[in-house]
């Protein structure tokens, strides 16, 4: 059975879109937050992995929105590690409303391991997955599918150019995937 963590957020005026919804980008902010806390809970905080030279990286994550979160809802987000496997690890993430409403959204990221320094994945160590797994690792499920290349663009495809700027830089000292959701929505409005 793995760690689950859960946090409370409440939904700010300056984190909605123009129709008075939570922008997605928020949840992928609120997801940050609470995987730095659930790791933070299994001993593994952000001076630990300084210390060690490594930090995770998000590689991939989906979101399925099934209520919109509006200014002022109070929303629960549970979150576990579904799998480990040789440099990445999939999290599980259930966003709840406190009002009882129930499930609003349900999200899962893929995370590599990577070294600080050289930015290449790196082996997660055993007593890392103890510390998530207490009670011992699940079997590794089916294999999932490998880095796969980026298709090449269709014809006609719409380009956009955006300046990074320092805000979009994170701690990692790289465009936070959350600035991505941004940049992404700046150019379906152009």
């Not at 690890?89 to 990577?114: H, K, M, P, Q």
Request: charged fraction near 25%.
């Amino acid at each position: 059975m793995p760690l689950v963590h859960e946090r409370t957020f409440r939904v700010r005026h300056y984190e909605c879109d123009a129709y008075g919804h939570l922008n997605h980008a928020n949840y992928l902010r609120y997801m940050q937050e609470t995987a730095f806390d659930a790791s933070a809970a299994a001993g593994y905080d952000m001076a630990r992995y300084d210390a060690l030279g490594h930090r995770w990286l998000v590689r991939a994550t989906e979101i399925e929105y099934l209520r919109q979160l509006q200014y002022n809802d109070q929303v629960h987000i549970r979150t576990w590690v579904n799998d480990f496997r040789r440099v990445r690890s999939r999290r599980i993430y259930e966003f709840r409303c406190a009002n009882g409403d129930g499930l609003a959204a349900r999200a899962s990221t893929d995370w590599v391991y990577v070294n600080t320094v050289t930015g290449q994945p790196v082996a997660i160590p055993p007593e890392m997955v103890t510390a998530f797994y207490p009670e011992g690792a699940p079997a590794p499920g089916a294999q999932r599918d490998r880095f796969p290349e980026a298709p090449p663009p269709p014809p006609g495809i719409f380009k956009s150019h955006h300046r990074v700027e320092w805000r979009d830089i994170d701690p990692a000292r790289h465009v936070n995937n959350a600035a991505y959701l941004a940049y992404v929505e700046s150019a379906g409005c152009r």
